[in-house]
T-cell receptor
Framework: DAKTTQPTSMDCAEGRAANLPCNHSTISGNEYVYWYRQIHSQGPQYIIHGLKNNETNEMASLIITEDRKSSTLILPHATLRDTAVYYCIVRVEGGTASKLTFGTGTRLQVTL | KAGVTQTPRYLIKTRGQQVTLSCSPISGHRSVSWYQQTPGQGLQFLFEYFSETQRNKGNFPGRFSGRQFSNSRSEMNVSTLELGDSALYLC?????????????FGPGTRLLVL
């Protein structure tokens, strides 16, 4: 699986959009971008994933650049409950490559 | 639909003992993966079971083992516990038909080895 690079930490004011970047310059054509978050000492929570098109669900939007070398997770209206560590992971979908390789993630602090 | 459940949630053991942790996947999911999370090493993959067979394995010593039952429930066992085994142990389930489907995590079991 390709390696990802994320900022160590970010701050965001409550109610504003949180934009979390991720670089994955060595991503392969069959690798998806996944985002998970982990709120303190809980299990990681799946947020969203995508291949090359932008994706949106009830939690967030995922914007992937045309060359697929980077992506941005957008939380449109951050709340205090969005304070967590956010992990960007690239992995092959399909086959038997089931393991997730977590990096150090971005610690997002949402403040009043 | 109920999520992934793990028991027990907290556990205290002493060095040299062994421990068994349990994971019940989301209904219909046949793949269960186990991860260890420590402050120093972060989240690391232990192994994955699908249809009662170990399909993938991480880089952990043989003291860490697992199994899966016919109802897809899984257990992991750590023998001869060491202080460094203190960690949050997480399991994740997925449909498992192809290994790359979205994995959903349980709340974890926090193990403290004294």
């Amino acid at each position: 699986d390709a390696k990802t690079t994320q900022p160590t930490s970010m701050d965001c004011a409550e109610g504003r959009a949180a934009n979390l970047p991720c670089n994955h310059s060595t991503i392969s054509g069959n690798e998806y971008v996944y985002w998970y978050r982990q709120i303190h000492s809980q299990g990681p929570q799946y947020i969203i994933h995508g291949l090359k098109n932008n994706e949106t669900n009830e939690m967030a939007s995922l914007i992937i650049t045309e060359d697929r070398k980077s992506s941005t997770l957008i939380l449109p209206h951050a709340t205090l409950r969005d304070t967590a560590v956010y992990y960007c992971i690239v992995r092959v979908e399909g086959g038997t490559a089931s393991k997730l390789t977590f990096g150090t993630g971005t610690r997002l602090q949402v403040t009043l | 639909k109920a999520g992934v459940t793990q028991t027990p949630r907290y556990l205290i053991k002493t060095r040299g003992q062994q421990v068994t942790l349990s994971c019940s996947p989301i209904s219909g999911h046949r793949s269960v993966s186990w991860y260890q999370q420590t402050p120093g090493q972060g989240l690391q993959f232990l192994f994955e079971y699908f249809s009662e067979t170990q399909r993938n394995k991480g880089n952990f010593p043989g003291r860490f083992s697992g199994r899966q039952f016919s109802n897809s429930r899984s257990e992991m066992n750590v023998s001869t516990l060491e202080l460094g085994d203190s960690a949050l142990y997480l399991c994740a389930s997925s449909f498992g038909q192809s290994g790359g489907e979205t994995q959903y995590f349980g709340p974890g079991t926090r193990l403290l080895v004294l």
